[in-house]
């Protein structure tokens, strides 16, 4: 059965007559255009999309550039104290009593 339904398909399909080459050179023009068409309003708008957000892409620039000069200020301003801190521990630590030393 199988068989038979395999051949009626081929031999229908077989019947039918491949389309005119003039048929598939409109059609390969016509993709062709479209796909130009399509590509073109991609750009245009890909174009606007950056130019109606350049404002804040800069204004986020800018504010992101402000925010690293604070933190790098910050960090600094953290790091001098941490190292006066040390400094000053290792001073007390380290200084030598004027008392003589204990004869225990």
Same mark, same amino acid.
């Given at each position: 059965?199988?068989?038979?339904?395999?051949?009626?398909? /081929?031999?229908?399909? =077989?019947?039918? *007559?491949?389309?005119? *080459?003039?048929?598939?050179? @409109? @059609? $390969?023009? %016509?993709? !062709?255009?479209?796909? =130009?068409?399509? /590509?073109?309003?991609?750009?245009?708008?890909?174009?606007?999309?950056?130019?109606?957000?350049?404002?804040?892409?800069?204004t986020?620039?800018?504010?992101? !550039? $402000?925010?690293?000069?604070?933190? /790098?200020?910050?960090?600094?301003?953290v790091? $001098?104290?941490?190292?006066?801190?040390?400094? $000053? @521990? !290792?001073?007390?630590?380290?200084? !030598? *009593? %004027? %008392? &003589? &030393? *204990?004869?225990?």
């Amino acid at each position: 059965m199988a068989a038979t339904l395999a051949l009626a398909w /081929a031999a229908a399909t =077989h019947g039918e *007559s491949p389309p005119a *080459s003039d048929t598939k050179t @409109v @059609v $390969k023009e %016509d993709a !062709k255009t479209v796909g =130009h068409a399509v /590509a073109h309003s991609a750009r245009t708008v890909g174009h606007e999309v950056a130019d109606k957000t350049r404002t804040a892409r800069e204004t986020i620039r800018a504010d992101s !550039k $402000k925010a690293g000069h604070a933190v /790098a200020h910050s960090a600094k301003t953290v790091g $001098k104290t941490v190292k006066d801190g040390a400094e $000053k @521990v !290792k001073t007390t630590v380290t200084r !030598k *009593s %004027d %008392d &003589p &030393p *204990s004869k225990d």
